[in-house]
């Protein structure tokens, strides 16, 4: 199945009761974190390497290190230089779940510029139909008026390139070291770019083969039958914008605690150049597999903990010491627009 959607296969409405009970929390502990497309050409190397003594690194926190009480949670293309006007932007506002609780809506104390960590952020997982593996990603809520999507990278529902969609896929926002606060939202419809679907590879890609790794799901309601944005918000959503940007990105990266704990990286981020599309970058990050996903905020309030997506990661340099996310222009733009009305 090709082009910008496509149903999970399986899918009935409000959920396979089948693939919620599939992913047990040995399953869930067990799943590969799924790599971050690395190196897509030698001149990322380059480019990052000098702008890497211009930038400040970034500053990197995790969930638990904010967590002051000790209690553990449970939670059309730019081909312009980056100077050039921006002539077709588009924004979404986020909105806050129906019911506020300690991690929307509350800051905990700390210097930390994020000190909230947001249920509505959360863990992907699936199953790869090319080699039967488990999986895991990061994704996030976001803001539509069926209040049932998330916002992922391509290769987080998709293989890319001569092959096909992913199987069993579910979000678990909030998850922390096994828990599932919120509960299971199994996949109900998938919706991926054409490019990532033509052009998308893991390695040695041109600039189409990375510009949209995006995705958008359409979820299920959980086991109590509650929709996911009514439970934990979403954030809002910013398109065709400067790929420069102050920026806080969410994820779980399997390099960090094996994965089992949300973290936050946040800077001003810079442009990489894959011929001949220039990528969000973010230095200092050292976010390694399982991070692929995660939302780039921008507008980040931390008392709320949410933002404006304007990008997800996507792929990763340097031995992971950089991250680039997707590009964010019209046609992602026209994606969403799909996905909001599923």
């Known amino acids: 199945m090709a082009g910008q959607e496509g149903e999970n296969p399986g899918a009935i409405p409000e959920g396979d009761p089948r693939v919620i009970t599939y992913w047990t929390t040995e399953r869930m502990e067990n799943a590969i974190p799924a790599d971050n497309v690395e190196d897509p050409q030698q001149e990322i190397n380059n480019a990052v390497s000098q702008m890497e003594t211009e930038e400040q690194n970034p500053e990197v926190v995790s969930q ?26 588009e924004s979404v506002d986020p909105v806050l779940p129906e019911q506020k609780d300690a991690r929307n809506g509350m800051q905990l104390q700390g210097a930390s510029k994020v000190t909230n960590f947001s249920h509505t952020n959360g863990k992907i997982f699936y199953t790869d139909a090319s080699d039967g ?9 976001i803001n539509t008026p069926t209040k049932r999507t998330v916002v992922t990278a391509g290769h987080c529902v998709h293989g890319g390139k001569n092959k096909t969609w992913h199987r069993n896929i579910v979000f678990v926002p909030g998850y922390n070291r096994g ?5 299971t939202f199994s996949a109900q419809y998938l919706r991926v770019a054409n490019d990532w679907v033509q052009y998308g590879q893991p390695t040695g890609g041109t600039g189409d083969s990375y510009k949209h790794d995006v995705a958008f799901i359409k979820t299920n309601t959980n ?10 918000g979403g954030h809002g959503l910013n398109v065709d914008r ?13 390099n960090k605690e094996s994965g089992t704990v949300m973290h936050a990286c946040w800077g001003n981020t810079h442009t990489i150049r894959i011929t001949p599309y220039y990528f969000p970058t973010l230095s200092g990050c050292e976010f390694a597999g399982g991070s692929s996903g995660g939302p780039w905020l921008a507008d980040y309030n931390n008392a709320t903990g949410l933002g404006k997506v304007q990008s997800v990661t996507s792929f990763a340099t340097n031995n992971n010491t950089s991250v680039s996310g997707a590009i964010f222009d019209r046609p992602v733009w026209d994606i969403y627009q799909k996905a909001a009305k599923d």
Do not use: W
Not at 66 to 75: D, H, Q
């Open 179 to 183: 828990v599932r606060p919120h509960g």
């Open 223 to 232: 086991e109590k039958g509650q929709l996911l944005v009514n439970m934990v």
């Open 64 to 89: 638990e290190e904010t967590n002051e009480s000790g209690e553990e949670y449970t939670p059309q293309t730019l081909t312009q230089e980056a100077d050039e006007p921006e002539t077709t932007a």
């Open 133 to 141: 593996k488990n999986y895991v990603c990061s994704g996030a809520a």
């Open 242 to 254: 400067s790929p420069i940007f102050e920026s806080t990105v969410f994820a779980y990266p399997g």
